[in-house]
């Protein structure tokens, strides 16, 4: 990721700077002080050592690199609006990052999903690595031979595959949205996946 030329650093370079003031080997917590106090190269130091992991993280849930940078670019504005808001008697800057990180990424995934964006892999690939996600260029067959194989799970196994691999929920949010404790809806989605490998095996023998 290019940072001279990012949102995040342009923001930072809008406002002045105390250049007698080194500011690269302070506390997070003691940056979010200086951000909400208008220093806003603060922002930058803060996009320097946390752009790498909040990357990695949305890249796990987005699973496009270019969509994963529009992801830390608006993470990370969002930390600048809303610093404010951030008490460091509640928890760590790191902690309050990675919620901006988690939910930023599920939220953008669910924008892509909604438009469109991904479509089916490779049914072997996606078994094999454990996921259901609709990515790029897939055939008709592909596509209706995943949706037959879903269509043999149990309901309540389909509904939290569906719900993990397209809408991008955590087990936590799948269990508060059908009323089950996260212990079942993690061994609905195992034993859901399991089934979906053992399908394909077989037609992969009747084959």
Same mark, same amino acid.
């Given at each position: 990721?290019?940072? #001279?030329?990012? !949102?995040?650093?342009?923001?930072?370079?809008?406002? !002045?700077?105390?250049?007698?003031?080194? $500011?690269?080997?302070?506390?997070? @917590?003691?940056?979010?002080? /200086?951000?909400?106090?208008?220093?806003?190269?603060?922002?930058?130091?803060?996009?320097?050592?946390?752009?790498?992991?909040? *990357?990695?993280?949305?890249?796990? $849930?987005?699973?496009?690199?270019? @969509?994963?940078?529009?992801?830390?670019?608006?993470? *990370?504005?969002? $930390? /600048?609006?809303?610093? &404010?808001?951030?008490?460091?008697?509640?928890?760590?800057? #790191?902690? %309050?990052?990675?919620?901006?990180?988690?939910?930023?990424?599920?939220?953008?995934?669910?924008?892509?999903?909604?438009?469109? *964006?991904?479509? %089916?892999?490779?049914?072997? &690939?996606?078994?094999?690595?454990?996921?259901?996600? !609709? =990515?790029?260029?897939?055939? !008709?067959?592909?596509?209706?031979?995943?949706?037959?194989?879903?269509? @043999? +799970? #149990? &309901?309540?196994?389909?509904?939290?595959?569906? +719900?993990?691999?397209?809408?991008?929920?955590?087990?936590?949010? $799948?269990?508060?949205?059908?009323?089950?404790?996260?212990?079942?809806?993690?061994?609905? =989605?195992?034993?859901? =996946? &399991?089934?979906?490998?053992?399908?394909?095996?077989?037609?992969?023998?009747?084959?």
């Amino acid at each position: 990721m290019s940072a #001279k030329d990012n !949102p995040v650093r342009a923001v930072a370079q809008c406002y !002045p700077v105390d250049s007698d003031s080194d $500011i690269s080997n302070v506390s997070d @917590e003691k940056l979010m002080q /200086f951000l909400k106090c208008g220093r806003q190269d603060a922002l930058a130091v803060l996009f320097d050592r946390y752009h790498h992991l909040v *990357f990695s993280i949305a890249l796990r $849930i987005v699973r496009d690199p270019g @969509e994963a940078e529009e992801v830390v670019q608006i993470v *990370f504005l969002d $930390i /600048f609006r809303t610093a &404010a808001n951030f008490d460091s008697r509640k928890g760590i800057f #790191k902690g %309050w990052l990675l919620q901006f990180a988690h939910h930023g990424a599920l939220h953008r995934k669910r924008h892509l999903v909604a438009n469109h *964006f991904y479509r %089916w892999e490779e049914l072997e &690939a996606v078994l094999e690595s454990g996921a259901i996600c !609709p =990515l790029a260029g897939q055939s !008709p067959e592909v596509m209706r031979l995943a949706e037959e194989m879903l269509g @043999e +799970l #149990k &309901a309540r196994q389909r509904a939290v595959v569906e +719900l993990t691999y397209y809408e991008g929920l955590t087990a936590e949010e $799948i269990a508060e949205r059908l009323r089950e404790s996260v212990h079942a809806i993690r061994h609905d =989605l195992y034993r859901g =996946l &399991a089934a979906l490998r053992a399908m394909f095996g077989n037609g992969h023998e009747k084959q």
